[in-house]
């Protein structure tokens, strides 16, 4: 295990994605997303907070002329699995009307969350809006959401680190890990 000698790494049953592994798949998305982009008027949402890590790498990666705004929502509590009650909790700072909109995700579990916010942003007019992931668990999927950009595909397990928490700890675990389900078991 590459864990640095760490100690949050204690709490994983083993690490899933390297942090050399997230850096290689930021490089070819942004090469994708520069022949995507070309001549765009791009706008880059980060959904707080567990985006953070995956937005801040992929926005420096990108050779293309962006504006950046965020947005946090809510689904969750401190439980893992999904409430189905989307809030949002921090709007954008800036109107989308006329704009590519990028919005950008740790991950996508249920789809619930993007599938609510894609709708959010085309009824305020953005010209497009597209879905990018680090993380995506395709057989957690409770509706049809069509994911644009997915680094990684990952089994049904719940995962920490790069971002990612669990009842706000673990996010800066360098890499991405399955958390031992004895830590939210008890
Ligand atoms: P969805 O609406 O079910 O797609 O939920 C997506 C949100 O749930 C993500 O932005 C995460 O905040 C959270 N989430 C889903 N699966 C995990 C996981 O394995 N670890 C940490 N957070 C997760
Ligand atoms: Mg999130």
Redesign the pocket.
Known sequence: MNNDGRRLYKDLTRVLITKEEIADAIVKLSKQLEADYQGADLVCVC?LK?AVMFFSDLIRALDLPLTTDYMAIS??GSSTK?SGVVRILKDLDHDVLGKDVLVV??????????AYIQHVLNQRGAKSVKLATLLD?PERRRNDLKVDYACFRIPNE???GYG???AEKYRNLPDVGVLDPCIYND
């Open positions: 959904i567990g689904s969750y999904t995700e740790d991950i996508v579990d249920s789809g619930l969350t993007l668990k719940f995962v920490v990612l928490d669990y």
